[in-house]
Structures are given as structure tokens and as C-alpha cells.
């Protein structure tokens, strides 16, 4: 009997498995596109950042249908710079439309409502209707129920959204939306509406009296590191004899590192160690880390996105060094460049006395 009840389980876990498989075939079949669907026409760029990519997304009618995609007086790009606390990091389980610092992006096309916190590439969005002064926000994946209702009014390009009723996300949603007015992209003054990532490229400056070398990645898994470090956070672990670190009052601690951004522009390592020939800065962080301007002894010698030195597994950054000094005191010095709003996670400072680090 007990022989005759595992046969049983086993054919239906095959038969199970099949009626999945073919499941999984239909599908792929069913939603194919065919070879006369896909021909080179068909063939779109690779996005160049997170918001061209996040505008080839649309609303799901959850519990109300689409509008009819037509334009809106209100349609536009819309920008506003959070001075509050930033959030840099990314975080699943923080709640949605939570007001930070740094630039958020607001796009009515047609309507698509699209938000976009450019610091840690948090987005949603919904579709929406404007009838008068009133405007209705509905379809949002984060509360599908909710219908959320503003007075909305625009002025010399900037927007201004009050909220009627909107308990959306806690009302986290209406609290953001409402907080400060929104500039039109289409005005020169509006923050954040640059491209900054595809328009600008890294530069050494030329006629430098040292060397400066860029590597990618980790220093501390190279085949030759630097002979030691100094971490960035000297709060939380001193720094080796010989070494200074110091830094703006506001740069934030993390762990080991030092986050500068807003008023906490620079951090800076001086060594008085005569033995050192190459001193460098480890920066390594997430996509979200930007620009920054590498000066040695007061001199620029690097400027350029952090983040797009190298990247592997969601990890950005690089090793930035320079050699070829007399023997002395000599200060490395980083500083946040500011006009992309976003931070520069530094890791540490590494010294090498025979000056030879490579990957």
C-alpha cells in the first residue's frame, strides 16, 4: 500500500511539472514577439541613465481604467532640490514618497504621472486627470484603492500641488507632492534637469608635475594594494602613525567610511611620512555616488563621476593615486563637485612606499 500511495506522488508531481512546463512554453510562444515584429526598426537604444529608462514605463488600471493620453496644461518635467535629510542608500521596506534630500524629478505626460528621487533611484508612478484647478491621481501601484485629489496651479513654470484629499502612503504622498513648489525644466534656473552623467567626461588636467593613475575597483584585492591604509571614518578607527585625516564637520559617518555631500563637501588625508612615493583615495560605493575633483597639495589633478570608474555587483567606484612627489608632507585632498546633488562615499586613503599598485 505504501509502495502503491509514493507511485501515485510521483506521477503527480510529473504531471504537475508538465502541466507547468507547458505553461511556461505557451506564454513564451504566446508573447513573443515574431521575426517580422523585431526587425532592426524595432531595435531601441540601451537607456543611459535611470530616468530614460524609467520613461518607457506605464500605469496598470488597477481599479479605474486609463485616461485617454492627451496633453494637460499641467503636462511638463518638473524638478525640486529636498533640502532635508538625504537617504542614499537604497531600502525596500522604507516607506514610499517619504520626503529626502537631493533632487526628485516630476513628469505629467499625457496621463502618466512619473516621480523620481534622483539620489537613490527610488520611482513610481500613476496615471492622473485634470478637470479645472482639480487634479486626480489614481492607478498608483503603492495605494491602487486610493484616489488622490489636488488643487494644482502653475506660475512663472513653477507648479504648486495642494493636496484636498490624499491618504495615499500614509499621506506621505501628499506630503511630498506639497511640500515645496516644483520648477518647469523648461525654465534655465530649474535644478537637476541635466543629464550631468552623458554630457560631461573625467579629466586629468594636462602639464601635471606628478602622476596620476585611475584603476577600477577595490584596492584592497589588487594584485599589488597600496602597503597600508587610513579609513575615512578617523572617528572610528584611528589612523596610522604619520597620518592625518580630517574633514567638513558635516560629512556623515558610515561605519568605516565618510560620506561628504551638501555642506559636508571635502575630506582630506595629509601624510608627513617622508618613505611615502604614491598616496591614493578609495572611493566605493552604490550607483548613487557622483562627481567629484581629486586635489593634491591644493592642486586639482582629477575630476570626474565616481561612479562610472567601475562597477561590478552594485558596487561603483575606484582607486585615484598619484606618485612621482618629492619626499615631504603632502595633503590628498576630495571634494564634492555639487552639481549633480548627489554624494561621494570615501572609503579610505592608501600610501605605498615603493609606489608600484596596480589591479
Known sequence: MEDDLNYKRINL???????????????????????SAAGASSVKPAPTSSWISFLEATPFAYLTPLPEPVRTAIDGLYTKVDQ?????????????????????KLQFEQGVMRIFYEVNGWR??????????????????????????????????????????????????????????WFNCNMESAPGCMEHRTSQTAIIPAGLSVQVDVFGGDSRFFASPPDFYAHANAEDQTPPEGIQISYADEAIPYGLHRVIWWNGEWIEARATDPSIEAMGVQILGEQTIGWARILFDGEEVWRGDTAAI??????????????????????????????????????????????????
Open 124 to 181: 513610481n508612478l500613476s496615471s492622473y486627470e485634470v478637470k479645472g484647478d482639480r487634479l486626480y491621481l489614481f492607478n498608483d501601484p503603492i495605494c491602487p484603492e486610493h484616489v488622490g485629489v489636488y488643487q494644482w496651479n502653475v506660475n512663472d513654470g513653477q507648479l504648486s500641488l495642494t493636496a484636498l484629499n490624499d491618504p495615499c502612503a500614509f499621506d506621505l504622498r501628499a506630503k511630498n507632492l506639497g511640500k515645496q513648489t
Open 84 to 104: 532635508s535629510w538625504p537617504q542614499w542608500w537604497k531600502c525596500l521596506r522604507c516607506a514610499d514618497y517619504r520626503a529626502a534630500g537631493g533632487i526628485w
Open 310 to 359: 567601475w562597477e561590478k555587483s552594485g558596487r561603483h567606484g575606484g582607486y585615484i593615486q598619484v606618485s612621482g612627489f618629492e619626499p615631504g608632507t603632502h595633503t590628498l585632498r576630495v571634494e564634492i563637485l555639487g552639481f549633480d546633488f548627489r554624494p561621494v562615499t570615501v572609503a579610505s586613503f592608501g600610501f605605498s612606499r615603493s609606489g608600484e599598485v596596480h589591479p
Open 13 to 35: 508531481s510529473f504531471i504537475l511539472l508538465a502541466i507547468i512546463v507547458g505553461i511556461f512554453l505557451y506564454l513564451t510562444i504566446r508573447f513573443e514577439p515574431s521575426a
